[in-house]
C-alpha cells in the first residue's frame, strides 16, 4: 500500500473540505451575512460623519473578521465531532496534512470574510482601497486562521466550556487587528506594519505547528 | 538526598519571607520619602511593581513548565504550570488595579492605552483562558496536554501583542505617560522596592509550594493506579487465520 | 501491541494486554457495556496512546464507531470519495459503492440516511480506504439479520484482500460465525476466546 505524500494528503484533506462547503455551505452562511450585519451596524454606531466613518473602517473590517473566526473554528473539529467523521480524519491523514490541509480551508474561509468585509467598508464607508491593506489582508486572515484551526481543534477535543474559544481566539489576534488596521489606514507607514504582519504570522504558524500534533492526541 | 522535611522547608521560607517584608513595610513605609511630585500614592509602587515583577515571573514559569510537560508528559509539570499560573493571574489583577489606584490621582485617569497596560491586560486574559482551560474536560492528561499548548501558545503570542502597541502608541501620540523618569531613585526609595520585591518573591515561591502539595494531592489516586500490579500476568493472545490452525 | 495499559480516570481499563492480530484476520470482541471494548478498539486503531507498552501496526488503521466517518452534508457518492480520497484512493470509491450495494442511495445526502445505510455508506468508505487495520465499534446495532450476514460477506471479502479486522459489538450474529477468533471481554480482561 502506498502512502499519500504530505502534499497530496493535505490536497486531499483541502479538497474535502471544499467539497464538504459546497454541500453544506455552512460557512458561507455562518460569515457573509454576519459580516454584512457587522459592517451595516459598525457604520450606524461610528457615523454618519464622513470623517469618523473613514477613521473607523480599517477597524471595522477586521474586528468582523476577528469575530467571524469563533463561529468559522466549528469546522475544524467540532463539526467533525458532532457527525463522528473526526476519528476517521485522524486515522487516516498524519498530523501535518491534517493541520495543513484544516489550515488552508479555514485561510480561505477568513480571506472570504476579510474580503467581503473591506469591500462593504470601502464602498458604505468611502474610503480607498490601499496596496498594503491587502497584503495585511492576506497575511493576517493566514495568521488568524492558524490560531483558529489551533484552538478549534483544542477546545471540540473538550467536553464543556465551548464558549471559551472567544477568550482564547481574540486576544491571540490582537496583532492582526492593530497591524491590519493600521495597513488600511491611509497616510501610516506601511513597512513596519507589514513587517509586524508578517512576523506574526510566522510565530503564529510555528507555535501552531509545533503544539498542533499534542492537541490530537487522546 | 538530606533536604529538610517539606513542612521545615516551608517554615523557614514562611519565616524569611516575614522578615524581609516587615523590612520592606518599615522601609517603604517609613524610611523612603514621600514623593516630591506624586505625593503619598507614590508608595502604591512598592506594591504594584513587585507584583507585576512576580506575575511576570510566574508566567514564564508557565512557558518552561509548559514545554517540559510536553517533553516528559510528567504531571509533576502540569501541576507547577497550574501553579505559577494561578499565581500569575492573581498577581497581574492585582497589578491593573494598583495601577489604576495609582493612576487616578497622579495621572487624573483610571487607564491609559500604554504598551505595558495593554500588554498586561492582555496577559491577564491569555492566562484566565488558560486556567478556563483546565475545565475543559474530565481526562486529567488531555488537561494537562491543552494547558500546556495554551500555555506555548499564549507566551508566545506576548511579544508580538507588546511590539504591536508600541508602534500603535508611537504613531499616535509620541511621548508616553509612563516613560521612565531620567531623574535617579532616591537610595531609601530603591532600597524599599527591592526589600519588597524579595518579600513578594518569596511569598511568590511560597504560595506555589503549598499549592503543589494540594494539586498532588488531588492527583494522587491517579498517580496510584498508574501502575499496574506487576504480578498482573500480561495476556499474550494471537490471532492467525482459522486455516492455519 | 505489547503490554499495553490504559489508565482512564485514575482506573486501569486494560492493564498488561498482548494482542497480535495476524493480516487476514477477522476478530470479533463481545462484552458488557464499559468493559473496555471501545478503549482496546481505539488503542489499536492509534487514536488512543496507551498509558503504557507499545502498538504496532502495517499500514494505516482506520476507526469506525457505527456509521461515522463520513459527513451529513455530503452525497453518499462524494462522502466516500472524500474520505478514500484521504487514503490516496478516491478511485476506488465507485466500486465501493457498488460493492455494498448501496448505489441506490449514492445521490442522497448522508444525513438523511437510516442508521442502517448510514453503516453500509461507512463500510463502503472504509472498503475504499483499504486500510491495513479496520476497527469497527459497534457496526450492527443498527442493522437487521440481513444486514449483519452482509456485513460478514464484506468483512470476509477485506480479510480474503489481507486486511485485519477487528469488530466490537453486543450482536455479533453472523459474524461470529465468520470470525477467526472471539475475545470475550469483562473489566479490561478477556475472559473468553
Given at each position: 500500500?502506498?502512502?499519500?505524500?504530505?502534499?497530496?494528503?493535505?490536497?486531499?484533506?483541502?479538497?474535502?473540505?471544499?467539497?464538504?462547503?459546497?454541500?453544506?455551505?455552512?460557512?458561507?452562511?455562518?460569515?457573509?451575512?454576519?459580516?454584512?450585519?457587522?459592517?451595516?451596524?459598525?457604520?450606524?454606531?461610528?457615523?454618519?460623519?464622513?470623517?469618523?466613518?473613514?477613521?473607523?473602517?480599517?477597524?471595522?473590517?477586521?474586528?468582523?473578521?476577528?469575530?467571524?473566526?469563533?463561529?468559522?473554528?466549528?469546522?475544524?473539529?467540532?463539526?467533525?465531532?458532532?457527525?463522528?467523521?473526526?476519528?476517521?480524519?485522524?486515522?487516516?491523514?498524519?498530523?501535518?496534512?491534517?493541520?495543513?490541509?484544516?489550515?488552508?480551508?479555514?485561510?480561505?474561509?477568513?480571506?472570504?470574510?476579510?474580503?467581503?468585509?473591506?469591500?462593504?467598508?470601502?464602498?458604505?464607508?468611502?474610503?480607498?482601497?490601499?496596496?498594503?491593506?491587502?497584503?495585511?489582508?492576506?497575511?493576517?486572515?493566514?495568521?488568524?486562521?492558524?490560531?483558529?484551526?489551533?484552538?478549534?481543534?483544542?477546545?471540540?477535543?473538550?467536553?464543556?466550556?465551548?464558549?471559551?474559544?472567544?477568550?482564547?481566539?481574540?486576544?491571540?489576534?490582537?496583532?492582526?487587528?492593530?497591524?491590519?488596521?493600521?495597513?488600511?489606514?491611509?497616510?501610516?507607514?506601511?513597512?513596519?506594519?507589514?513587517?509586524?504582519?508578517?512576523?506574526?504570522?510566522?510565530?503564529?504558524?510555528?507555535?501552531?505547528?509545533?503544539?498542533?500534533?499534542?492537541?490530537?492526541?487522546? | 538526598?538530606?533536604?529538610?522535611?517539606?513542612?521545615?522547608?516551608?517554615?523557614?521560607?514562611?519565616?524569611?519571607?516575614?522578615?524581609?517584608?516587615?523590612?520592606?513595610?518599615?522601609?517603604?513605609?517609613?524610611?523612603?520619602?514621600?514623593?516630591?511630585?506624586?505625593?503619598?500614592?507614590?508608595?502604591?509602587?512598592?506594591?504594584?511593581?513587585?507584583?507585576?515583577?512576580?506575575?511576570?515571573?510566574?508566567?514564564?514559569?508557565?512557558?518552561?513548565?509548559?514545554?517540559?510537560?510536553?517533553?516528559?508528559?510528567?504531571?509533576?509539570?502540569?501541576?507547577?504550570?497550574?501553579?505559577?499560573?494561578?499565581?500569575?493571574?492573581?498577581?497581574?489583577?492585582?497589578?491593573?488595579?494598583?495601577?489604576?489606584?495609582?493612576?487616578?490621582?497622579?495621572?487624573?485617569?483610571?487607564?491609559?492605552?500604554?504598551?505595558?497596560?495593554?500588554?498586561?491586560?492582555?496577559?491577564?486574559?491569555?492566562?484566565?483562558?488558560?486556567?478556563?482551560?483546565?475545565?475543559?474536560?474530565?481526562?486529567?492528561?488531555?488537561?494537562?496536554?491543552?494547558?500546556?499548548?495554551?500555555?506555548?501558545?499564549?507566551?508566545?503570542?506576548?511579544?508580538?501583542?507588546?511590539?504591536?502597541?508600541?508602534?500603535?502608541?508611537?504613531?499616535?501620540?509620541?511621548?508616553?505617560?509612563?516613560?521612565?523618569?531620567?531623574?535617579?531613585?532616591?537610595?531609601?526609595?530603591?532600597?524599599?522596592?527591592?526589600?519588597?520585591?524579595?518579600?513578594?518573591?518569596?511569598?511568590?515561591?511560597?504560595?506555589?509550594?503549598?499549592?503543589?502539595?494540594?494539586?498532588?494531592?488531588?492527583?494522587?489516586?491517579?498517580?496510584?493506579?498508574?501502575?499496574?500490579?506487576?504480578?498482573?500476568?500480561?495476556?499474550?493472545?494471537?490471532?492467525?487465520?482459522?486455516?492455519?490452525? | 501491541?505489547?503490554?499495553?495499559?490504559?489508565?482512564?480516570?485514575?482506573?486501569?481499563?486494560?492493564?498488561?494486554?498482548?494482542?497480535?492480530?495476524?493480516?487476514?484476520?477477522?476478530?470479533?470482541?463481545?462484552?458488557?457495556?464499559?468493559?473496555?471494548?471501545?478503549?482496546?478498539?481505539?488503542?489499536?486503531?492509534?487514536?488512543?496512546?496507551?498509558?503504557?507498552?507499545?502498538?504496532?501496526?502495517?499500514?494505516?488503521?482506520?476507526?469506525?464507531?457505527?456509521?461515522?466517518?463520513?459527513?451529513?452534508?455530503?452525497?453518499?457518492?462524494?462522502?466516500?470519495?472524500?474520505?478514500?480520497?484521504?487514503?490516496?484512493?478516491?478511485?476506488?470509491?465507485?466500486?465501493?459503492?457498488?460493492?455494498?450495494?448501496?448505489?441506490?442511495?449514492?445521490?442522497?445526502?448522508?444525513?438523511?440516511?437510516?442508521?442502517?445505510?448510514?453503516?453500509?455508506?461507512?463500510?463502503?468508505?472504509?472498503?475504499?480506504?483499504?486500510?491495513?487495520?479496520?476497527?469497527?465499534?459497534?457496526?450492527t446495532a443498527a442493522l437487521d439479520t440481513r444486514g449483519t450476514e452482509d456485513l460478514a460477506a464484506v468483512l470476509d471479502a477485506l480479510r480474503a484482500d489481507g486486511r485485519t479486522v477487528l469488530v466490537a459489538t453486543h450482536q455479533p450474529g453472523a459474524l461470529l460465525t465468520a470470525a477467526d477468533a472471539h475475545l470475550e471481554i469483562d473489566d479490561g480482561r478477556v475472559v473468553l476466546r
Amino acid at each position: 500500500m502506498t502512502e499519500p505524500t504530505t502534499g497530496a494528503a493535505t490536497a486531499a484533506v483541502f479538497r474535502r473540505e471544499v467539497a464538504v462547503e459546497l454541500a453544506g455551505r455552512e460557512a458561507l452562511v455562518t460569515t457573509a451575512p454576519f459580516a454584512s450585519a457587522f459592517v451595516v451596524l459598525a457604520g450606524l454606531a461610528f457615523g454618519p460623519g464622513p470623517q469618523q466613518l473613514a477613521a473607523t473602517a480599517g477597524g471595522t473590517a477586521w474586528l468582523a473578521v476577528l469575530v467571524a473566526t469563533v463561529p468559522l473554528a466549528r469546522a475544524v473539529a467540532g463539526a467533525e465531532m458532532a457527525e463522528d467523521s473526526w476519528d476517521a480524519l485522524r486515522g487516516l491523514v498524519a498530523p501535518g496534512p491534517l493541520f495543513a490541509g484544516k489550515l488552508l480551508a479555514t485561510w480561505a474561509a477568513l480571506a472570504l470574510t476579510w474580503v467581503l468585509s473591506a469591500a462593504l467598508v470601502t464602498v458604505l464607508f468611502e474610503v480607498p482601497v490601499l496596496p498594503g491593506a491587502l497584503y495585511g489582508g492576506a497575511v493576517g486572515t493566514l495568521a488568524l486562521a492558524a490560531a483558529t484551526t489551533t484552538f478549534g481543534v483544542l477546545v471540540a477535543s473538550g467536553a464543556r466550556r465551548g464558549g471559551l474559544l472567544a477568550a482564547l481566539i481574540l486576544p491571540a489576534g490582537l496583532p492582526a487587528l492593530l497591524a491590519g488596521t493600521q495597513l488600511a489606514t491611509p497616510g501610516v507607514a506601511v513597512l513596519p506594519w507589514g513587517i509586524l504582519m508578517t512576523l506574526y504570522a510566522v510565530a503564529v504558524l510555528t507555535a501552531a505547528w509545533a503544539v498542533f500534533p499534542v492537541l490530537l492526541e487522546e | 538526598m538530606t533536604s529538610p522535611s517539606p513542612c521545615t522547608a516551608d517554615r523557614l521560607l514562611g519565616a524569611a519571607t516575614a522578615v524581609v517584608a516587615s523590612v520592606a513595610v518599615a522601609l517603604a513605609l517609613v524610611a523612603a520619602p514621600t514623593d516630591a511630585v506624586q505625593g503619598e500614592p507614590q508608595r502604591l509602587m512598592y506594591v504594584h511593581v513587585p507584583a507585576a515583577w512576580l506575575a511576570y515571573l510566574a508566567f514564564a514559569a508557565v512557558l518552561v513548565a509548559s514545554v517540559a510537560h510536553l517533553l516528559t508528559r510528567d504531571l509533576r509539570w502540569d501541576r507547577r504550570a497550574q501553579a505559577a499560573a494561578e499565581l500569575g493571574v492573581g498577581m497581574t489583577a492585582l497589578a491593573i488595579a494598583l495601577g489604576s489606584v495609582w493612576g487616578r490621582p497622579v495621572w487624573g485617569v483610571w487607564w491609559v492605552w500604554d504598551p505595558r497596560l495593554v500588554t498586561t491586560a492582555v496577559l491577564l486574559l491569555v492566562y484566565v483562558g488558560y486556567l478556563g482551560v483546565r475545565g475543559l474536560g474530565d481526562d486529567r492528561a488531555a488537561g494537562a496536554r491543552r494547558a500546556a499548548a495554551v500555555g506555548i501558545l499564549g507566551f508566545v503570542n506576548v511579544p508580538v501583542v507588546h511590539f504591536s502597541v508600541v508602534w500603535w502608541r508611537t504613531l499616535h501620540q509620541p511621548a508616553t505617560v509612563l516613560s521612565p523618569d531620567p531623574a535617579p531613585m532616591d537610595p531609601w526609595m530603591a532600597a524599599a522596592l527591592g526589600a519588597a520585591v524579595a518579600a513578594f518573591t518569596l511569598a511568590g515561591v511560597l504560595v506555589v509550594r503549598r499549592r503543589l502539595r494540594d494539586l498532588a494531592s488531588a492527583d494522587a489516586p491517579v498517580a496510584g493506579a498508574a501502575r499496574p500490579p506487576a504480578d498482573a500476568p500480561a495476556e499474550a493472545l494471537a490471532v492467525v487465520p482459522r486455516a492455519q490452525r | 501491541m505489547t503490554g499495553v495499559s490504559r489508565i482512564h480516570g485514575g482506573r486501569a481499563v486494560w492493564a498488561a494486554l498482548d494482542l497480535s492480530l495476524a493480516a487476514g484476520t477477522l476478530t470479533v470482541v463481545t462484552g458488557p457495556n464499559g468493559s473496555g471494548k471501545s478503549t482496546l478498539l481505539r488503542m489499536a486503531s492509534g487514536l488512543l496512546r496507551p498509558s503504557s507498552g507499545s502498538r504496532e501496526c502495517a499500514g494505516r488503521a482506520l476507526y469506525v464507531r457505527g456509521g461515522g466517518g463520513l459527513r451529513g452534508a455530503q452525497t453518499v457518492v462524494d462522502a466516500v470519495a472524500a474520505t478514500a480520497g484521504l487514503a490516496g484512493r478516491r478511485g476506488a470509491a465507485d466500486a465501493a459503492v457498488d460493492l455494498l450495494g448501496i448505489r441506490a442511495l449514492a445521490h442522497r445526502r448522508v444525513g438523511t440516511l437510516s442508521a442502517g445505510e448510514r453503516v453500509r455508506a461507512a463500510m463502503a468508505a472504509a472498503v475504499a480506504c483499504r486500510p491495513a487495520l479496520l476497527c469497527l465499534d459497534e457496526p450492527t446495532a443498527a442493522l437487521d439479520t440481513r444486514g449483519t450476514e452482509d456485513l460478514a460477506a464484506v468483512l470476509d471479502a477485506l480479510r480474503a484482500d489481507g486486511r485485519t479486522v477487528l469488530v466490537a459489538t453486543h450482536q455479533p450474529g453472523a459474524l461470529l460465525t465468520a470470525a477467526d477468533a472471539h475475545l470475550e471481554i469483562d473489566d479490561g480482561r478477556v475472559v473468553l476466546r
